[in-house]
């Protein structure tokens, strides 16, 4: 089993910066790709930024330039480095992996449980 924990979320002003960490554990083999989604209240969910073995990183067009991804896999690790916040960031955060475990030849999704960002003065 593998498990996803994000951290790192909390209250912000506006114009500032926030680091997320998402960190996953259990029989972990290969992870293919982790992405960062996000939802506000009263919205769908929405991707954020991934990033996939060997393929360059991609982020929505409401957080580029702002908003920098970046994997870990020696430590199982994703980070979504948030700078320049606004309130319309203002969400739930949430991380998802497609990771290979111990005993199967494809990656499954995980899903971490969120950590709220609010964007505020």
């Known amino acids: 089993q593998v498990q996803l924990v994000e951290s790192g979320g909390g209250l912000v002003q506006p114009g500032g910066s926030l680091r997320l960490s998402c960190a996953a554990s259990?029989?972990?083999?290969?992870?293919?790709?982790m992405e960062w989604y996000r939802q506000a209240p009263g919205k769908e969910r929405e991707l954020v930024a991934s990033a996939s073995s060997g393929v360059s990183a991609n982020y929505a067009d409401s957080v580029k330039g702002r908003f920098t991804i970046s994997r870990d896999d020696a430590k199982a690790t994703v980070h979504l480095q948030m700078n320049s916040l606004k309130p319309e960031d203002t969400a739930v955060y949430y991380c998802k992996g497609v990771i290979v475990s111990e005993g199967y030849y494809y990656g499954i999704h995980y899903w971490g449980k969120g950590t709220l960002v609010t964007v505020s003065s």
């Open positions: 259990g029989s972990i083999v290969s992870i293919k790709s």
